[in-house]
């Protein structure tokens, strides 16, 4: 019924305005005259222009010429128009080329292969620890406290901290090395993870690692999963209850981490372990 009514109305308007008019959708009715076509869709034709085989080969054997081999094909299009000669656009020419296997650099190219992801592995106490610094707030806004932390990852047990008012490599070389003093490391006993923090790439940390034979280990660039120990210790500090917005001083941060991490290492069950 609504067919033959759009029959009719088609013969004295437009067909969208028969379809308004019925309510019908335009989509549906263009759709019902040309339906879609089942099975594999057929080969698309050739252009008109498409170039033969022979045009193809004669291409590449322009391009592989003494005279042209060196340059780019935009070059090389450019110096055969100036000749009054036109084989085809620079495009066809990359793709000709691509489809030869010969588009690509000349030159070396420098390589960078990925970086490994480090592998922090512990049997026992000593192995490995991992380090890092965050920042506190101070007093007032732009002031802030630094908060150097060592973590040994086999136990969680945080084996050295420090708070001060600025982060340099020569204070915290001074940290590790009274860290590891203090727990009786022996040259190589231990790994000593980080990030690529200023303080933790530093020459005077470097050389310290070095004489006391500690092995080093790094994050990848921009990737902190590589060091979640730290950061998963500094969100418990930054998330517990007690911990203020900003400290009043460094005597009132070093006051609240000394109680922190008394019950970070005695009282506190680690999700990890």
């Given at each position: 019924m609504i067919d033959t009514a759009f029959t009719q109305l088609a013969e004295v308007t437009?067909?969208?305005?028969?379809?308004?008019?019925?309510?019908?959708?335009?989509?549906t009715h263009y759709r019902r005259q040309a339906?879609?076509?089942?099975?594999?869709?057929?080969?698309?034709?050739?252009?008109?222009?498409?170039?033969?085989?022979?045009?193809?080969?004669?291409?590449?054997?322009?391009?592989?010429?003494?005279?042209?081999?060196?340059?780019?094909?935009?070059?090389?299009?450019?110096?055969?128009l100036d000749d009054g000669v036109y084989l085809c656009s620079i495009s066809t020419m990359y793709r000709l080329l691509s489809g030869a296997g010969e588009n690509r650099e000349r030159r070396r190219q420098r390589t960078h292969p990925a970086r490994k992801k480090p592998e922090l592995i512990a049997t026992g106490p000593n192995q490995v620890w991992s380090w890092d610094i965050t920042k506190l707030a101070g007093p007032t806004r732009g002031v802030y406290y630094k908060l150097f932390v060592i973590i040994d990852i086999y136990s969680r047990?945080?084996?050295?901290?420090?708070?001060a008012a600025a982060e340099t490599g020569q204070l915290a070389q001074e940290f590790i090395n009274q860290t590891l003093h203090s727990q009786g490391v022996e040259p190589g006993q231990l790994t000593l993870h980080a990030d690529r923090g200023t303080s933790m790439t530093s020459k005077p940390?470097?050389?310290l690692l070095v004489d006391l034979g500690v092995a080093r280990s790094h994050s990848r660039p921009h990737v902190s999963n590589d060091n979640p120990y730290s950061e998963a210790q500094f969100k418990t500090l930054k998330y517990c209850p007690?911990?203020?917005?900003?400290?009043?001083?460094i005597p009132d941060a070093r006051a609240f981490a000394t109680a922190f991490f008394e019950h970070y290492n005695h009282v506190h069950r680690h999700a990890g372990m």
């Open positions: 437009s067909t969208a305005t028969a379809c308004r008019l019925l309510g019908k959708a335009s989509a339906p879609p076509r089942l099975g594999p869709a057929p080969p698309r034709p050739a252009p008109p222009n498409n170039l033969t085989e022979a045009e193809r080969q004669h291409i590449l054997t322009v391009l592989r010429s003494p005279t042209y081999c060196d340059l780019a094909p935009a070059q090389v299009w450019a110096r055969l047990y945080v084996v050295g901290w420090t708070v940390v470097a050389q007690a911990f203020p917005a900003r400290f009043g001083s």
